[in-house]
T-cell receptor, first 111, second 116 residues
Framework: KQEVTQIPAALSVPEGENLVLNCSFT??????LQWFRQDPGKGLTSLLLIQSSQREQTSGRLNASLDKSSGRSTLYIAASQPGDSATYLCAVKYDGQNFVFGPGTRLSVLP | DTGVSQNPRHKITKRGQNVTFRCDPISEHNRLYWYRQTLGQGPEFLTY????????KSRLLSDRFSAERPKGSFSTLEIQRTEQGDSAMYLC??????????????FGPGTRLTVL
């Protein structure tokens, strides 16, 4: 069964800290992996998309890495801000057209 | 606004009633997806359209659920004889016409369904 897990489930940090969110997947035969942000009661906002042939992607203060062999991806957030507070979800695309989502990491950045 | 839109944003209904949700994808996107999300969980895939053809359906999509995309543009998701367990956020996403490996999905704001 293709499963995606995320650790930690929740994280609280003071403003300015660098932090790492983890995503693990059981089946390494992936097409790509996408990181999303979700604010309470809202839809998902795409942050970064990593193809299976790539090792990392960067956008502003965000950096996502992918290690297919170990079934892991990390999302690094530099110099965190209170506006970064949200739930962060990773989603893995396998053969077929659906994404398998993790349960998310709920991040709180304290001013 | 050229993003994915969904209507209504909120729906409260009584158990046993039928409800229908609408999704308008980004105009040049030929792929459309429906997901369901319950509190504290990630979205779960329901179904996928490429143009007007429904190509994949999850086992989560019971007989009471039906989805259509008649002209390959907007899509509707209908739930018949709603049950309290159907209460969830229903999310729609679309994806552009690209190779299968580059399937970045863009999500709408969701429709929150509450079944009383």
């Amino acid at each position: 069964k293709q499963e995606v897990t995320q650790i930690p489930a929740a994280l609280s940090v003071p403003e300015g800290e660098n932090l790492v969110l983890n995503c693990s997947f059981t089946d390494s035969a992936i097409y790509n992996l996408q990181w999303f942000r979700q604010d309470p009661g809202k839809g998902l906002t795409s942050l970064l998309l990593i193809q299976s042939s790539q090792r990392e992607q960067t956008s502003g203060r965000l950096n996502a890495s992918l290690d297919k062999s170990s079934g892991r991806s990390t999302l690094y957030i530099a110099a965190s801000q209170p506006g970064d507070s949200a739930t962060y979800l990773c989603a893995v695309k396998y053969d077929g057209q659906n994404f398998v989502f993790g349960p998310g990491t709920r991040l709180s950045v304290l001013p | 606004d050229t993003g994915v839109s969904q209507n209504p944003r909120h729906k409260i209904t009584k158990r046993g009633q039928n409800v229908t949700f609408r999704c308008d994808p980004i105009s040049e996107h030929n792929r459309l997806y429906w997901y369901r999300q319950t509190l504290g969980q990630g979205p779960e895939f329901l179904t996928y359209f490429q143009n007007e053809a429904q190509l994949e359906k999850s086992r989560l999509l019971s007989d009471r659920f039906s989805a259509e995309r008649p002209k390959g543009s907007f899509s509707t998701l209908e739930i018949q004889r709603t049950e309290q367990g159907d209460s969830a956020m229903y999310l729609c996403a679309s994806s552009p016409r690209t190779s299968a490996s580059y399937n970045e999905q863009f999500f709408g704001p969701g429709t929150r369904l509450t079944v009383l």
